[in-house]
T-cell receptor
């Protein structure tokens, strides 16, 4: 059974720091991995999608990497800003149902 | 402006009532999904639909029902059989069920049982 874990559960950093969020999964047979952002009381915004054949994806100040063999992904945020404060969720897709298996998220606070 | 809309944003239900949550998408996606989000438990799949007039149970389908009469619409009914319905409900869609496709989410409906 696929399980997804995100560490740490919460993170507080000063503005301007570079930071890394971690995501691990137990079954390496995945189609893809998505990183999402969720603001309080809101829906999920897709940040990056990494296909199983890819090693990394970049969008602006965000860079996500994928190491299938070790069951790990990282989300790197460069030069963090207060507007980056949110909960970040990773999810893997590993079956024909299209179902995403989610981690419980990392809540990030960037202090001015 | 393409996207997924959910209504209402907030919904209050008395015990014993059925309520229906709306989900509409104009992305021309074949596949649609309903997830439930509870504090500390992440998101869990309730139902999904690959195509019009077809839908399948997810991991926590008990107490819920869906229909897919139109490609754009995938309403979720929370029945009185659902023992603990208070949660945040999220609808999503993707081009199809193939594993490589990105899922997009709506803004959610928060359901509270009074």
């Amino acid at each position: 059974k696929q399980e997804v874990t995100q560490i740490p559960a919460a993170l507080s950093v000063p503005e301007g720091e570079n930071l890394v969020l971690n995501c691990s999964f137990t079954d390496s047979a995945i189609y893809n991995l998505q990183w999402f952002r969720q603001d309080p009381g809101k829906g999920l915004t897709s940040l990056l999608l990494i296909q199983s054949s890819q090693r990394e994806q970049t969008s602006g100040r965000l860079n996500a990497s994928l190491d299938k063999s070790s069951g790990r992904s990282t989300l790197y945020i460069a030069a963090s800003q207060p507007g980056d404060s949110a909960t970040y969720l990773c999810a893997v897709r590993s079956g024909n149902t299209g179902k995403l298996i989610f981690g419980q998220g990392t809540t990030l606070q960037v202090k001015p | 402006d393409g996207g997924i809309t959910q209504s209402p944003k907030y919904l209050f239900r008395k015990e014993g009532q059925n309520v229906t949550l709306s989900c509409e998408q104009n992305l021309n996606h074949d596949a649609m999904y309903w997830y439930r989000q509870d504090p500390g438990q992440g998101l869990r799949l309730i139902y999904y639909s690959q195509i019009v007039n077809d839908f399948q149970k997810g991991d926590i389908a008990e107490g819920y029902s869906v229909s897919r009469e139109k490609k754009e619409s995938f309403p979720l009914t929370v029945t009185s059989a659902q023992k603990n319905p208070t949660a945040f409900y999220l609808c999503a869609s993707s081009i199809d069920l193939k594993g490589r496709n990105e899922q997009f989410f709506g803004p959610g409906t928060r359901l509270t049982v009074l």
